[in-house]
């Protein structure tokens, strides 16, 4: 199995050089999906609930992003990235008066919540200068009235070429960009006429559009542009991705899962995928895993959906919730430990959709899906700790989500400590630090539980490797560990560039002869 990482040209911070590896580093989950506002195409962090509805708005009935980003957040999740995307919708347009023609801003962020305001002054700027103006935008919640951001700009000029004109300047601005035709002459002040010094607020002349339902080509996004899918480029680490239902009543596209699958494979994270609206029996399931062909080690799925106590409304969906509950389990207990422990259940208003009895849940296993069950004291949790792998040796061999979990978070740590090797002097001395890095690193992993034994290796060709091309080809590092639950050892390849990072895996491990 190979896995590519190419960085192509986003700006990461690399960690200081010979840094100790973070054991438990905080697990971060991804959502793309429709919002009521917000930036487009830009992963955007969020730590609660709260500041999720201060972005991008509230729970939508249009969109489940909202709902499985609550979910998320109620059940441990604590640091994810929310990238919004768009079917044909559109920012609200402003108009300020200039003698004739007008200056036209439109909104960056697309959406009919997006509430602007805008103000022209000019104050500081001497009479006899007919070219400058000052400019004053706000964003304002269309809720509390209260102003969220505002930007302000001094001596712009209406004049094209000038070195202040006003729409290369309103290029850095996060609110408003400069429509065409450009104004003819300088905006008019938007001052009380009583004072000069009391702004008086322009509103949107054309109000902003939602768009339309997202489709599957939404959600992916193009890789060159960096749209969709692909806008998670921006964001140093994704442990978790999640497509929340492009819309009420349908399920995401399998186009859209195969394309993330493709992508978590790159980035090494897991893919969490939702059972099918047409799943009504264990049957259902094993029969629509087989249909749909999904075969990853990456893929993480589960049936049935979840119903709220006491209420007659359509199952729902648990990709959000499931994710939080993964965040939770990184937190306490580590990636190498299941699913199914106590303090892992779902909130108690929730319930299995469909009961379950043992024999749909060992169906379901066998087909790669984790059963949602009710247990004990009312609350249902997650029986099972299996990926979707079917097919090759080595997808089989990584059944296990814990084993694959583990392998996935060392592999992204290792990477994302050793970018550093590829700037340095090829040489033993380069060697022997990166060996001392991810040994401490693997001792620490040894100790808190995530191997079945404390044999493990680290090797590294940084000053053995003898190619003409040995600044391209860059650095190399093995591992060969054996995760918690592994029948066998394990090795990852890291192949360290200055363009980007690719990972190899073998089923079989070597022979561990000198081992920490």
């Known amino acids: 199995m190979s896995d590519a990482r190419d960085r192509g040209i986003t700006v990461t911070e690399i960690a200081a050089m ?12 991804a959502f793309i999906g429709r919002a009521l506002r917000g930036p487009l195409h830009t992963p955007v962090l969020v730590r609660h609930f709260g500041e999720f509805r201060r972005r991008f708005g509230d729970c939508w009935s249009r969109s489940s992003l909202g709902p499985a980003v609550k979910q998320f957040f109620e059940h ?42 805008a103000a022209v002054d000019y104050d500081g700027i001497p009479e006899d200068n007919d070219r400058l103006f000052n400019l004053t935008v706000q964003r304002v919640d269309p809720t509390s009235g209260l102003v969220v951001d505002q930007e302000m700009f001094k001596r712009l000029s209406y004049v094209e070429g000038d070195e202040t004109f006003v729409a290369d300047m309103l290029l850095t601005s996060t609110i408003v960009r400069v429509e065409a035709p450009f104004p003819l002459h300088r905006p008019a002040a938007t001052t009380d006429e009583d004072s000069r010094f009391e702004l008086t607020w322009v509103d949107p002349v054309q109000e902003g559009t939602d768009g339309t339902e997202l489709s599957d080509y939404d959600l992916v996004g193009s890789m060159r542009d960096g749209t969709g899918l692909f806008a998670l480029q921006q964001a140093e680490r994704v442990d978790i991705v999640y497509l929340p239902p492009p819309g009420k009543g349908r399920d995401t596209g399998p186009a859209a899962i195969l394309a993330a699958d493709q992508y978590c494979k790159r980035r090494g994270a897991m893919l969490v995928v939702d059972p099918a609206t047409a799943w009504q029996t264990a049957d259902d399931a094993v029969a629509g895993v087989r249909e749909l062909g999904y075969a990853s080690p990456n893929i993480l799925s589960y049936f049935p959906r979840l119903c709220s106590r006491g209420n007659d409304g359509p199952p729902r969906v648990a990709g959000g919730a499931l994710a939080g509950l993964l965040c939770k389990l990184d937190a306490t207990a580590g990636p190498w ?8 259940g779902f909130k108690r208003r929730l319930r299995p959709a469909v009961d379950l009895d043992q024999r749909d849940t060992r169906a379901l296993a066998r087909a790669g899906l984790n059963a949602i069950v009710n247990a004990e004291h009312g ?24 084993v694959r979990r583990t392998c996935l978070a060392i592999v992204s740590s290792v990477d994302l400590a050793t970018r550093w090797a590829v700037f340095e002097q090829p040489d033993r001395k380069l060697t022997a630090r990166i060996r001392a890095q991810v040994l401490a690193y693997l001792s620490g992993l040894a100790n808190v539980g995530a191997f079945e034994n404390d044999r493990f290796m680290v090797d590294c060709d940084a000053g053995l490797c003898e190619r003409d091309d040995r600044l391209e080809h860059g650095v190399t590092i093995l591992l060969v560990f054996q995760p918690k639950g592994s029948r066998v050892p394990i090795s990852f390849t890291i192949h360290q560039t200055v363009a980007g990072c690719r990972v190899t895996s073998t089923a079989f491990a070597p022979v561990i002869e000198d081992c920490a």
């Open 76 to 117: 441990g999740g604590r640091k994810l990235y929310v990238v919004r995307v768009a079917n044909t919708a559109r920012g609200a347009m402003l108009c300020l008066p200039a003698d004739g023609s007008a200056l036209l801003l439109r909104a960056v962020d697309p959406g009919s919540t997006e509430r602007l305001r």
């Open 18 to 29: 010979d840094e100790p590896i973070a054991v438990s580093p905080e697990t971060t989950a």
């Open 379 to 402: 609350r249902a949790r997650v029986v099972g700790a299996a990926t979707l792998s079917r097919g090759s040796e080595s997808n089989r061999m990584f059944r296990s989500l814990p």
């Open 337 to 344: 430990e299941a699913l199914d422990r106590d303090l892992l």
